[in-house]
């Protein structure tokens, strides 16, 4: 079956060539690499000109004006005639052998998820393969990562149930797009191997802190998290335990890191957020989720939130805690490693 791969880009110079490799070498029969430049404002338009040239399976678009990775996406699945379509940044890589494995176990299902492993700037991997009810249950498994790359889509389910990427949101279209795909009940199937490389490019990102970890985009990512709640709680009672338990860690550290002239507002904004969840009756998963106690959260000003991060002794805390029998063995280690991350990273 012939695979279409879709890969949105944008000011990649630095990365594509590394991505587009990484695809052709894929173990696949037949492969179709869709690569749409959404208006780069760096060389990265003539890079990819040139790759093009080198290898008829790519396809290039190039975007006179910039519209967004929805809209990317969703015009590289118009173009698409694979029977099978997956997505991959530029960002990233591909192992040799993920797509030849997820060809292989998607059988006549709707959609296959496999593993992927998280590369850091300092070489750390780590590999997420789905496990337990992850394999097993339709919502679990595909929110075994969030993301698109892990996954491959039969494209003929898409379209039957007219499904495409949200283009009015600048993050979390893919959040969105998959929600929208569970209510369609996919045939499903999970791959053991890992299938997608994840750069996680920590210093990257530190480096344009002040473009990136805004309010605007505080915002945006709690408007995904609530479109999926939207989307899902009727079919799926089960998301909003997920999404209050599985993305709080991600808007925690991402609030860290917001600029202190936005930082009161947006702290405002993350508690009317956090209400939506029963942390009241359970302040020991706030606790293991963020290394703060609840009421401190409820209570102090964004600055002493932070502090407290910061000063909290963990083995202090999580005796105290664990000795009284409110958080578990599960708990105190899942805070004591956020609070280590907060310690050496600052989010």
Same mark, same amino acid.
């Given at each position: 079956?012939?695979?279409?791969?879709?890969?949105?880009?944008?000011?990649?110079?630095?990365? @594509?060539?590394?991505?587009?490799?990484?695809?052709?070498?894929?173990?696949?029969?037949? @492969?179709?690499?869709?690569?749409?430049?959404?208006?780069?404002?760096?060389?990265?338009?003539?890079?990819?000109?040139?790759?093009?040239?080198?290898?008829?399976?790519?396809?290039?678009?190039?975007?006179?004006?910039?519209?967004?990775?929805?809209?990317?996406?969703?015009?590289?699945?118009?173009?698409?005639?694979?029977?099978?379509?997956?997505?991959?940044?530029?960002?990233?890589?591909?192992?040799?052998?993920?797509?030849?494995?997820?060809?292989?176990?998607?059988?006549?299902?709707?959609?296959?998820?496999?593993?992927?492993?998280?590369?850091?700037?300092?070489?750390?991997?780590?590999?997420?393969?789905?496990?337990?009810?992850?394999?097993?249950?339709?919502?679990?498994?595909?929110?075994?990562?969030?993301?698109?790359?892990?996954?491959?889509?039969?494209?003929?389910?898409?379209?039957?149930?007219? @499904?495409?990427?949200?283009?009015?949101?600048?993050?979390?279209?893919?959040?969105?797009?998959?929600?929208?795909?569970?209510?369609?009940?996919?045939?499903?199937?999970?791959?053991?191997?890992?299938?997608?490389?994840?750069?996680?490019?920590?210093?990257?990102?530190?480096?344009?802190?002040?473009?990136?970890?805004?309010?605007?985009?505080?915002?945006?990512?709690?408007?995904?998290?609530?479109?999926? *709640?939207?989307?899902?709680?009727?079919?799926?009672?089960?998301?909003?335990?997920?999404?209050?338990?599985?993305?709080?860690?991600?808007?925690?550290?991402?609030?860290?890191?917001?600029?202190?002239?936005?930082?009161?507002?947006?702290?405002?904004?993350?508690?009317?957020?956090?209400?939506?969840?029963?942390?009241?009756?359970?302040?020991?998963?706030?606790?293991?989720?963020?290394?703060?106690?609840?009421?401190?959260?409820?209570?102090?000003?964004?600055?002493?939130?932070?502090?407290?991060?910061?000063? *909290?002794?963990?083995?202090?805390?999580?005796?105290?805690?664990?000795?009284?029998?409110?958080?578990?063995?599960?708990?105190?280690?899942?805070?004591?490693?956020?609070?280590?991350?907060?310690?050496?990273?600052?989010?």
């Amino acid at each position: 079956m012939k695979i279409s791969v879709i890969m949105p880009s944008y000011n990649s110079i630095d990365t @594509l060539e590394s991505a587009v490799a990484s695809v052709l070498s894929s173990q696949v029969p037949e @492969l179709e690499l869709i690569i749409i430049d959404d208006a780069s404002t760096d060389t990265s338009r003539e890079l990819l000109s040139s790759l093009a040239e080198r290898d008829c399976r790519i396809r290039a678009v190039y975007n006179e004006k910039n519209i967004g990775v929805g809209a990317v996406r969703n015009l590289g699945l118009k173009l698409a005639t694979g029977e099978l379509v997956a997505f991959c940044d530029s960002d990233d890589t591909v192992p040799s052998d993920g797509y030849a494995n997820m060809l292989l176990d998607i059988g006549n299902n709707d959609i296959v998820i496999g593993g992927y492993r998280v590369l850091s700037d300092a070489g750390k991997c780590d590999t997420h393969i789905p496990r337990g009810r992850q394999k097993r249950e339709l919502f679990y498994a595909v929110f075994s990562g969030s993301s698109l790359w892990h996954k491959m889509f039969r494209r003929s389910f898409i379209l039957e149930n007219s @499904l495409s990427f949200r283009e009015d949101v600048t993050l979390g279209e893919d959040v969105i797009f998959l929600s929208e795909l569970l209510l369609c009940r996919p045939s499903f199937a999970v791959s053991a191997h890992s299938v997608y490389n994840y750069r996680n490019r920590r210093e990257a990102k530190r480096s344009s802190l002040t473009h990136q970890f805004t309010l605007e985009k505080f915002r945006e990512h709690i408007y995904c998290r609530t479109e999926m *709640l939207r989307i899902l709680e009727p079919a799926y009672p089960e998301c909003r335990d997920y999404i209050y338990q599985h993305f709080v860690e991600y808007l925690d550290r991402f609030f860290a890191l917001i600029p202190e002239c936005e930082r009161d507002e947006a702290f405002g904004e993350f508690r009317k957020y956090m209400s939506g969840y029963d942390y009241e009756n359970h302040p020991e998963l706030f606790l293991a989720l963020t290394g703060v106690p609840y009421s401190v959260f409820c209570t102090a000003s964004a600055d002493t939130y932070l502090r407290a991060k910061e000063e *909290l002794l963990p083995r202090d805390r999580v005796s105290a805690e664990f000795a009284a029998g409110r958080i578990g063995l599960r708990f105190a280690l899942k805070y004591i490693k956020n609070w280590l991350r907060f310690k050496l990273f600052g989010a």
